[in-house]
Every structure is written in C-alpha cells, then in structure tokens.
C-alpha cells in the first residue's frame, strides 16, 4: 500500500463548477499538508500549505484536513480553464531527523468551457 | 524575487555521456531537493541536501548518480554514462525550512 493514494483522473468538469479532488494516506505521523498546481512541462507551483485538521481558503481554494480519517481535499469554487493541470498533494513527517515530503501521484483536472 | 533556477531547460545527450544538472535555490534558502518526474507519473524523490552535506540519499540509484550543493555555487545533479532510461524530467525544490518546498521549472533530459 502506497503511504499517499490519489486518484489519478483525469477529472473533466464544465467551467464554473465545484471541483473535489481527495488523497488518503496511511501513516500517522504526517505533520504537514500541501496541494501542488502542476501544468503540462512546468514544475510543480505550491498553492495550499496546512498544519492542522479543518479548513484553509485562500481565494476560489480550500484546503480541508481531516487527520481521524486521513483525508485531505482541495475544493476548487467556479473553476476555469485555467485551472486545468495536474494536482498534486503532499505531506510531510519527520522521518530521519527531517520533515520528508511524500507526494501523490497527481490529478489531472481539465476544465471544458 | 527570483524563484528557484534549473538550466539547461532541455538537454540531449547519448548513451555513456554525462548530464550535469544545476540548480540555484531561491535566494536565502539552504535546503535544496531533487526529483525525477517520468511522464504520466508522479514526482520521485532522490536526493535532499543542505550546503555541502547530503542529509538523505535514499532515492537516488547508487551508481551513476552523484549530488552536491557547494559553499558557494548552485546544487549540480550529475548523472554519468546515462542510458536511455534516465530520460525523464527533472525537478530541483528549494525551502526554507524542510516542508513547503519551492520547484524549479525542470530540466527535461533525453538520451539518444
């Protein structure tokens, strides 16, 4: 079992609608979360860094954490076509006397006008 | 403010030769992590590194793979006698501290 499932898509939505996009991990003793916004041949740009369990908005973004049921999700409100890319979440534990970040294998999300 | 800097974007080299990949972190940052992205996949981890220290080599293949961040200078990935299945992306991250990481735009190495 992977430590961080995410779902791999791809997720088509019609522009303006809500997007959820989820991961599940397994260990415990995962500190921080993070939500990763990667368009085709870029690098990963961070959008949402959280510590503890319930909500963080920062504009048309929510990130919620859920450490009983390690769960995360990032919800996306009236998504664009711009926000078409591949999500990535990650998290954090101290693991060899530093904070590893585990990633998820990624979402791709396309928005249709 | 500069974020974090790979070059070359793209590089092509053939079976035996060396890539030599070099990163420079965001300006202040001494924690600098590299990855391999193959396409369709997710990031791998390979190497973190403070200056001139290697805190955790674990995901980087113990032959042909070396790293460094120097004193002075960028972080420099360096694979020699590359095969064909070292082609893939490859994406250098800087922090600040050692979580929210902050990644370059890659270098996308093939090899011929």
């Known amino acids: 079992q992977k430590e961080v499932e995410q779902d791999p898509g791809p997720l088509s939505v019609p522009e303006g609608a809500i997007v959820s996009l989820n991961c599940t991990y397994s260990n415990s003793a995962f500190q921080y979360f993070m939500w990763y916004r990667q368009y085709s041949r870029k690098g990963p740009e961070l959008l949402m860094y959280t510590y503890s369990s319930g909500n963080k908005e920062d504009g048309r973004f929510t990130a919620q954490v859920d450490k009983s049921s390690k769960y995360i999700s990032l919800f996306i409100r009236d998504s664009q076509p711009s926000d078409s890319a591949t999500y990535l979440c990650?998290?954090?534990?101290?693991?060899?006397?530093?904070?590893?970040?585990?990633f998820g294998t990624g979402t791709k999300l396309q928005v249709i006008p | 403010n500069a974020g974090v800097m790979q070059n070359p974007r793209h590089l092509v080299r053939r079976r035996g030769q060396e890539a030599r990949l070099r990163c420079s972190p965001v300006k202040g940052h001494s924690h600098v992590y590299w990855y391999r992205q193959l396409p369709e996949e997710g990031l791998k981890f390979m190497v973190y590194l403070q200056k001139e220290n290697i805190i955790d080599e674990s995901g980087m293949p113990k032959e042909r793979f070396s790293a460094e961040f120097p004193k002075e200078g960028p972080s420099i990935l360096r694979i020699q006698q590359v095969v064909r299945g070292d082609s893939a992306a490859y994406f250098c991250?800087?922090?600040?501290?050692?979580?929210?990481?902050?990644f370059g735009p890659g270098t996308r190495l093939t090899v011929t």
């Open positions: 990650a998290m954090s534990a101290l693991t060899g006397g530093y904070q590893k970040v585990t």
């Open positions: 991250a800087s922090s600040p501290r050692q979580d929210e990481q902050y």
